[in-house]
């Protein structure tokens, strides 16, 4: 059975609706349960889980939330590699205020992870948004699940629903 964890970057709170979700569907146990700002230690956490649920708000001009900026760049310099693992991304953004960067904060995730070997699933249909821009956008997909709290409140819980829904099938047992 493979190991889950979710690791969310949050500050309001909307990214860790994402996190209490998939937590709850994929039964994850709590301490599985890493909010970046309180409960991270090392990088070194990561070597622990098969399956990682990676979420983060976007910040300023489409930024990861601070509590990811140290990870993302060691990750980085130790060039980890994330090869036999399976990530899925999340994040919150403001499609109004910030559409420039909606949700771009996962986009720069995926770049980091993709290019550690992470084998990304979790590619979200974008005909369901509206936005001018986001580093999330790849091949004409979101490549995870984006909320906006502030402007699409009542697509959320279906828009998570069928993200878990769709991730069961690309999730490894």
Known sequence: MSKVGIFCGT???TSMIIANAVAKAFEVEEDDLINMEEDFDDIEQFEDYDVLFIGSSTW????????????QLEM??????????????FGAGDCVKH???????????????????ANVVGYV????????????????????????????KDKTQKRVENWIENLKS????
Do not use: R
Not at 102 to 107: L, M, P
Not at 137 to 147: F, Q, R, S, T
Not at 170 to 173: G, L, S
């Open 11 to 13: 500050s309001g709170g």
């Open 60 to 71: 300023g001009q489409g930024d990861v939330h601070f509590s990811w900026v140290d990870a």
């Open 170 to 173: 690309q999730i490894p047992a």
């Open 76 to 89: 980085e310099d130790e060039e980890m590699d994330f090869s036999g693992k399976t990530v899925a991304l």
């Open 99 to 117: 559409g420039e960067h909606f949700c771009s904060a996962i986009g720069k995730l995926h770049k980091t992870f993709k290019e550690l070997g």
């Open 125 to 152: 249909d974008k005909e369901d948004y509206s936005y001018e821009f986001s580093l999330a956008e790849i091949d004409d997909k979101l490549c995870g699940l984006a909320i906006d709290e502030h402007n699409e």
